[in-house]
């Protein structure tokens, strides 16, 4: 069966550092790759999608980028955090094939202070 | 992008069926119905979706109205468990095409 494993789940970075976050998908070829971000108390916001490795669409512009250097590894990354990127972050992941639905990670926990 | 109207919050008394309603006035003939569900500091879990038909599976059941402009998630006998936020998102099958989510309904299941 598919997991998608996701770290790590809590973060605390202050502003200004760095950041990177990753996303590795098991039992699956290929998948289509998603990043969201969840401000408290909010919805869901897509940042980044990947539909195949080095193949990122972006969302939303921001202070984030994504990468894909493997199939089944997205990594979210910044060069300096800013206070507003803290959030809850989600990576997800689909067949991309007819109808198939999302799956998503246990998210990670970022707080910028 | 969302596409979809839902209540903000809902109760529902333990052991009862929950009816979460979504209406999707604008759907499109190939769009999809999907709904997911995220409790607190969790990622969201798929539950099921359905283009046409009523669906049913372990978790729910999907009703969807002949004309598609709206759809009903029933949880068959609510447990404290099932206090979550539930999202309703259409979409088109499509590789190229994403899943929105928009603000969900907070269904509290009360003891």
């Known amino acids: 069966s598919q997991t998608i494993h996701q770290w790590p789940a809590t973060l605390v970075q202050p502003v200004g550092s760095p950041l990177s976050l990753e996303c590795t998908v098991e039992g699956t070829s290929n998948p289509n790759l998603y990043w969201y971000r969840q401000a408290a108390g909010r919805g869901l916001q897509l940042l980044f999608y990947?539909?195949?490795?080095?193949?990122i669409s972006s969302e939303v512009p921001q202070n984030l980028s994504a990468s894909r250097p493997q199939d089944r590894q997205f990594i979210l990354s910044s060069k300096k955090l800013l206070l507003s990127d803290s959030g809850f972050y989600l990576c997800?992941?689909?067949?991309?094939?007819?109808?198939?639905?999302?799956?998503f990670g246990n998210g990670t926990r970022l707080t910028v202070t | 992008d969302a596409k979809t109207t839902q209540p903000t919050s809902m109760d529902c008394a333990e052991g009862r069926a929950a009816n979460l309603p979504c209406n999707h006035s604008?759907?499109?003939?190939?769009?999809?119905v999907y709904w997911y569900r995220q409790i607190h500091s969790q990622g969201p879990q798929y539950i099921i979706h359905g283009l046409k038909n009523n669906e049913t599976n372990e978790m729910a059941s999907l009703i969807i109205t002949e004309d598609r402009k709206s759809s009903t998630l029933i949880l068959p006998h609510a447990t404290l468990r099932d206090t979550a936020v539930y999202y309703c998102?259409?979409?088109?099958?499509?590789?190229?095409?994403?899943?929105?989510f928009g603000t969900g309904t907070s269904l509290t299941v009360i003891p």
């Open positions: 997800a992941w689909s067949t991309g094939t007819g109808s198939s639905p999302l799956h």
């Open positions: 998102i259409v979409r088109v099958a499509n590789t190229g095409n994403q899943f929105y």
């Open positions: 990947s539909v195949g490795i080095g193949q």
């Open positions: 604008t759907i499109s003939g190939n769009e999809y």
